[in-house]
């Protein structure tokens, strides 16, 4: 194995110990947030990032084994399904991503006209919409493969998924590509930044507390930062394949920091609902509360004149 395999297999393995555990956790604790408070925006979202995380991460082992064999070792259908999920999560999620980041700017902007339209069923139409276009995108996609399901030799006559591809197939993806890099991506982070600066400056001006500012400050940088790095490098190199008119050799590389999203995303969803945060503190610390109230209950029950005395003082209180 070569260095790059290497470092991909370390990606892959890291990506999936965490993406897993923190996307079952986050889907978890939203779930039982719409069956005890209801359905919100956050929650749709948040649903849908989850289930779109899980669909990357479960394809990481097959990844780890591709890294192992140097090659394409599995049957050709494969390779296209593979790669549907791989970019249907990928677009699927920078899109939703931006969708919850418009959604908390119009919530400090236009609180009273936005809480019209902020309600459950229309954050699932918008998901659903968001989904349509992805896959409307990878359609056009999987239309150059003509047959060979993006399965070639490479020049070490070694089997490849969607690595190596003919000059028909390249004039239907690299055109493309441009277009999902311009409206997947830099559309989304334009629209993205807007409403993270709007809402910094008018949370700035706002009469909230220094610590409630510190903490809007952190959730919309974090996700402004999660979405440039996540989904940057990936999508530079497409602009810069129209521009050379190829598939890039670097594209593969790019697109390791593409699967860090699998286990950033969750923590920013966590950090748009403090109060998961406590609860998940509740729960994990509420055995040793529950021992201590039990032990200081029967150290005051064992004791009846410090119970008469601790109840007429309450008494005299009252």
């Not at 395999?5 to 965490?18: K, N, R």
């Not at 008119?245 to 748009?272: D, G, H, I, Q």
């Amino acid at each position: 194995m070569d260095a790059y395999s290497c470092i991909s297999m370390v990606v892959y393995i890291f990506t999936f110990m965490l993406g897993l555990p923190a996307n079952l956790l986050v889907l978890f604790v939203y779930l039982r947030k719409a069956r005890k408070h209801g359905a919100t925006p956050n929650v749709v979202y948040a649903l849908n990032l989850c289930l779109a995380n899980l669909a990357l991460v479960s394809w990481m082992p097959l990844k780890v084994a591709k890294s192992v064999y140097q090659g394409w070792a599995f049957p050709a259908e494969l390779c296209i399904v593979y790669n549907f999920f791989l970019f249907f999560s990928l677009y699927g999620s920078s899109l939703l991503l931006t969708a919850v980041v418009v959604g908390r700017y119009l919530s400090v902007a236009y609180p009273i006209s936005y809480k019209i339209y902020r309600r459950p069923r229309t954050s699932c139409l918008v998901s659903v919409i968001l989904w349509a276009i992805v896959l409307l995108h990878l359609g056009f996609a999987y239309l150059a493969e003509g047959g060979s399901h993006f399965v070639s030799l490479s020049e070490q006559n070694v089997s490849t998924c969607y690595e190596n591809f003919t000059q028909e197939q390249l004039d239907v993806l690299v055109p493309l590509r441009l277009e999902m890099a311009l409206l997947l991506f830099l559309m989304p982070l334009v629209l993205s930044a807007f409403c993270t600066l709007r809402c910094l400056v008018l949370v700035g001006h706002s009469y909230l507390s220094s610590g409630s500012k510190r903490r809007v400050l952190a959730i919309a940088l974090s996700t402004l930062v999660v979405f440039v790095v996540c989904y940057g490098p990936y999508n530079v190199s497409h602009i810069v394949g129209f521009i050379l008119y190829t598939n890039v050799k670097w594209r593969s590389e790019a697109m390791l920091s593409s699967y860090c999203n699998v286990f950033l995303e969750p923590v920013v969803m966590l950090m748009l609902s403090p109060w998961i945060l406590r609860e998940l503190v509740d729960k994990l610390c509420g055995k040793g509360r529950i021992s201590w109230h039990q032990s200081h209950s029967k150290g005051s029950s064992s004791n009846p004149q410090t119970t008469k005395q601790g109840l007429s003082t309450t008494t005299v209180r009252l």
